[in-house]
């Protein structure tokens, strides 16, 4: 599955006083939508550089649901 920009990567907290993570992809390292991805964060001014693990995934606007990695 590639991700496209725009597209929103959720991460779920995986251990006790961890919180949920949103934020939207910018920009792609590879052009198949392969990981990593460049997101923006809710709440920071900054993007980074995410390698998705089992613990995140894909929300695509258009479709208003989550797929899974």
């Given at each position: 599955m590639?991700?496209h920009?725009?597209?929103?990567?959720?991460?779920?907290?995986?251990?006790?006083?961890?919180?949920?993570?949103r934020?939207e992809?910018?920009?792609?390292a590879?052009?198949?939508?392969?990981?990593p991805?460049?997101?923006?964060?809710?709440?920071?001014?900054?993007?980074?550089?995410?390698?998705?693990?089992?613990?995140a995934?894909?929300?695509?606007?258009?479709?208003?649901?989550?797929?899974?990695?």
């Open positions: 590639g991700v920009v725009g597209d929103w990567i959720v991460v779920e907290p995986v251990h006790l006083g961890a919180h949920r993570r934020g992809v910018v920009r792609l590879h052009p198949d939508g392969s990981p991805y460049y997101v923006r964060w809710e709440g920071e001014d900054k993007e980074t550089l995410f390698f998705p693990g089992s613990e995934h894909l929300e695509n606007p258009q479709e208003h649901g989550a797929l899974h990695y």
